[in-house]
């Protein structure tokens, strides 16, 4: 169990370079695992996307939440979505392209990408503790719009394991932004899926380019062996 008092720190295999990483000051985010991208008539399918595709991501981002919670690291699930009445939805956004319904239409799992829907929730296989942090944003960047920035001051983290979906879309814009406040984001590249498997790869490309441009990848496997390298020793 970490102690918050007390820095636990290990190094990570990653790409470009290794990166040492203290958890006491780490946090796993999961981004927008939710019905809405995951399952059959919810957001993602009815941009014309093939939502099956993202189910990979599912057992590594398992296996990480179970360590996170075996040890004590702070966990953010995030959740892209709208008020009801839409206040918080560009036009820009809901009018876009011709999807088959768009945000705020009903469908199988209730209105399309609308904060308390049956879509909206995270899928049963992530599903968050109460006592774990969950942010509900309205773009595709977690600290936009939201109180994101406050709740990691709060808990002293300088450190994202990010994983989740899109890779191109939400988890990149989320990446970018955390880079820019100065936080280090290591990205789990088997916990995250796209709908376009080329833009997945790129996506990790663009991360971990030029000396590591936004950040850091490595895969599931990597954190898990860190952090039992590390149990070991202590
Ligand atoms: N469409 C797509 O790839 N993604 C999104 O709209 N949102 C997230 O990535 N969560």
Sequence with gaps: MLNSGQASIATVV??????ELDWTATALVIIDMQ????EPGGFGETLGNDVLRLAT???????????????????????????????DAPPAKVERGAPSLRIGDPGPMGRILIRGEPG??????LYPL?????????????????????VLQK????????????????????VR?????????????????SYFPEFHDMGLKMIKAQGGIFGWVTDSAAILKAVNAETAIV
């Design 155 to 174: 808990y002293g983290i300088e450190n994202l394991l990010v994983c989740g979906v899109t890779t191109e879309v939400c988890v990149n814009t989320t």
């Design 57 to 87: 991501a599912v057992q590594p981002i398992a296996n990480l939440l179970g360590m996170a919670r075996e040890m004590g690291m702070l966990v953010v699930h995030t959740r892209e979505g709208h008020l009801p009445d839409l206040s």
């Design 35 to 38: 019905r809405d991208f995951m």
């Design 177 to 193: 932004e955390a880079n820019d406040r100065g936080y280090r984001c290591v990205v789990i590249s088997d916990g995250c899926a």
């Design 120 to 125: 909206h929730d995270i899928i049963a296989d």
């Design 130 to 150: 109460d006592s774990e942090v969950v942010i509900d944003k309205p773009g595709k960047g977690a600290f936009y719009a939201t109180e994101l920035s406050d």
């Design 14 to 19: 990653a790409e470009p370079e290794p990166v």
